[in-house]
């Protein structure tokens, strides 16, 4: 298939077979939110290993996907990608059947490489597959979607299996999935790799793992615990250690990451800008999540079904906006309206209130869901398709890796926000302790052991300070969306005339 050749009915096929994959993938970042409980009483782990049952997946994808890029580049895409789903499936029994917290925890691990050997292929090999522009951007739009759907269905699938199964259910439900990727992946999906790849440069890839795991784990650490000299420390070590790798990748003939592309307005301008989306999406999710189930007392399932409901924009404004850019609206303008109605959203989340109905937080998730994805949906295609046929692979790892700092970034940056907000605005009722004044988790763990009167003065001071909180984040929040759309009217993503940045 040359450049100009249009995707036929087997490559949609395809395309939906890669969908496989990718909801599994997503849906493991969440679909321990409801198993926690049934995972310590039956493995008794302690809180360490309990943190680390649930971070071990993240960080180990995103420290690995740029080594898994580039591999899937060299040795085949299709063949990385069946490699993965079939070390997914084992690890995935593996976890289901773990007879203690550390075996569940390496399984977990095992989990993580899997998933970075499938998110950069799934992207790779949609470039592979359509290299028209307008059915590009229409496959990237449904990988979105798909993306954005099993994050959100993780939690919701996994409420409704532990109401009938054990915990390691949520692990099983990856099995059939796999096998039949395993099965239909050589009959429909075509090989592709790296005609010229170069050497296997061991050194650059230990050093891309070393440099993007301890930033990330430092900015997650400083979100939950607060910031100390060892973080940052950790953090600046990271940083140290991507200039020796970015340095390297400069040295070499056949570099596992072509820094070159940097130099292109639009590839760097929406490298930028998907890190944003990340930040935006994943620091304000923490905050609809809390406010729906510890301010307006939901139960976690029946949170998961309404957040469910909220993304029900993105099922329309995604590919709306892949139309609009097919009938040749500016991508520039598109992408700058989608970050402003992800701000409008936030705007409207700041009228949320204590005693609020569900649905001003919906209109306001919803607003902001739909615009980032859409946004997503087209930085992801000037991305890929702004690359070179045979680095997809590494390109996507790159992109998948800036999404994981983003809301890194966010969850730490926006969390520290809210937090601060909360501790300066509860006012704690006589006899509360100091200890509510830390999270309003907290404060609803000491109001439950107060005396009913105590208690609902407590917990009305900490759901209204926490709503103040959310208020400002929100703020916040759109001041960076209108930042973000002023930067891609900038940049405007014309590859046509793409200048050289610096």
């Known amino acids: 298939m040359n450049e100009t050749t249009k995707a036929g009915r087997r490559e949609w096929v395809g395309l939906a077979t890669l969908m496989l994959p990718l909801l599994l993938v997503s849906m493991d970042v969440s679909v321990l939110f409801f198993a926690v409980p049934f995972i310590n009483a039956d493995l008794t782990p302690t809180a360490t290993q309990q943190l680390w049952i649930f971070d071990v997946y993240g960080f180990v994808l995103a420290g690995l996907l740029i080594t898994m890029g ?6 085949g895409r299709r063949r990385l990608l069946m490699i993965g789903a079939a070390g997914f499936g084992a690890a995935s029994v593996l976890a289901a059947y773990a007879p203690s917290a550390e075996l569940l925890i390496l399984a977990r691990a095992l989990l993580g490489i899997g998933g970075a050997t499938l998110m950069p292929s799934t992207v790779a090999l949609i470039r592979s597959m359509f290299h028209d522009e307008k059915q590009r951007g229409v496959a990237i739009t449904i990988w979105t ?3 954005t759907f099993g994050v959100s269905l993780g939690p919701i699938l996994s409420g409704l299996l532990l109401e009938h199964f054990w915990w390691g259910s949520v692990f099983l439900i990856n099995l059939p999935a796999m096998v039949l990727l395993l099965v239909l992946a050589p ?8 005609p010229n790849p170069g050497r296997f440069d061991l050194i650059s890839s230990v050093l891309s793992l070393a440099a993007v795991l301890p930033v990330i784990y430092a900015i997650k650490e400083i979100a939950a615990h607060g910031i100390t000299a060892g973080r940052i420390g950790l953090a600046a070590g990271g940083l140290l250690l991507g200039l020796v790798f970015v340095r390297r990748q400069r040295r070499r003939n056949n570099p596992m990451i072509d820094l070159s592309l940097f130099r292109r307005r639009t590839f760097s301008g929406a490298m930028a800008l998907n890190v944003v989306t990340m930040f935006g999406l994943a620091g304000f999710a923490i905050f609809t999540t809390q406010y729906l189930q510890s301010v307006l007392g939901m139960r976690p399932l029946e949170a998961a079904l309404w957040s469910l409901l909220a993304g029900v924009g993105v099922g329309a404004a995604a590919p709306l906006v892949s139309t609009l850019a097919q009938r040749g609206v500016n991508r520039a303008h598109l992408v700058a309206a989608s970050f402003a109605v992800a701000a409008a959203g936030l705007l409207e989340l700041t009228s949320a209130e204590v005693d609020d109905t569900v649905l001003t937080v919906l209109i306001g998730a919803g607003l902001l869901s739909a ?14 398709g702004d690359a070179p046929a045979e680095r997809a692979g590494t390109v996507s790892a790159l992109m998948e890796t800036g999404s994981e700092f983003g809301g890194a970034l966010g969850i730490a940056v926006l969390g520290s926000i809210g937090t601060a907000v909360y501790r300066s605005e509860i006012t704690l009722p006589a006899g509360a302790g100091d200890a509510a004044r ?4 907290d404060a609803a763990a000491v109001a439950a052991h107060l005396p009913g009167d105590l ?9 209204t300070a926490f709503t103040s909180g959310m208020h400002t984040v929100a703020l916040v929040g759109a001041a960076v969306m209108a930042v973000a759309a002023a930067a891609a009217l900038a940049v405007k993503f014309d590859r046509k ?3 050289v940045v610096g």
């Open 70 to 75: 580039w591999l899937g580049d060299r040795i």
């Open 145 to 147: 979607s798909g993306l």
């Open 187 to 194: 009959v429909l999906i075509p090989e592709f790799r790296n």
């Open 371 to 384: 615009g980032l994805v859409a946004a997503i949906s087209q930085l992801a295609e000037l991305i890929v």
């Open 438 to 441: 830390e999270t309003l988790g």
């Open 455 to 463: 208690g609902g003065a407590l917990l009305t001071a900490a759901r």
């Open 497 to 499: 005339a793409d200048s």
